[in-house]
């Protein structure tokens, strides 16, 4: 069982990336996925939620408008596209699985399985 995110790079400000979590060992249908990031010196907080099913999709207040997630069921993979990065976006962004359905999409601890990480930097 596995998570691999992909996509990460240095970007200006006003910027768009997208990027990639492809899973490897089990299939998103039952699984709820998220995605969290973390800057230097600061907590891991959650940034976008997605359900098995597409059901339900959450952001972050920081985000919203701004960032969509997504999925391709048959690329077993979800998305996360970041449109108009700011400074403030800079973080390592990781994407996470939970066995749905999870209670709160957007706190870490309902994870079990994680990726490596990806780094996202945003300069000014």
């Known amino acids: 069982v596995q998570l691999v995110e992909s996509g990460g790079d240095l970007v200006q400000a006003g910027g768009s990336l997208r990027l990639s979590c492809t899973a490897s060992?089990?299939?998103?249908?039952?699984?709820?996925i998220g995605w969290f990031r973390q800057a230097p010196g600061k907590e891991r907080e959650g940034v976008s939620f997605?359900?098995?099913?597409?059901?339900?999709?959450l952001y972050a207040d920081s985000v919203k408008g701004r960032f969509s997630i997504s999925s391709d069921m048959d690329k077993n993979t979800v998305y996360l596209q970041m449109n108009r990065l700011k400074p403030e976006d800079t973080a390592v962004y990781y994407c996470?699985?939970?066995?749905?359905?999870?209670?709160?999409?957007?706190?870490?601890?309902?994870?079990?399985?994680w990726g490596q990480g990806t780094q996202v930097t945003v300069s000014a």
């Open positions: 996470a699985a939970a066995v749905a359905p999870t209670n709160n999409g957007l706190r870490s601890s309902e994870f079990k399985v």
């Open positions: 060992g089990f299939t998103f249908d039952t699984w709820d």
């Open positions: 997605i359900s098995e099913a597409d059901y339900i999709k």
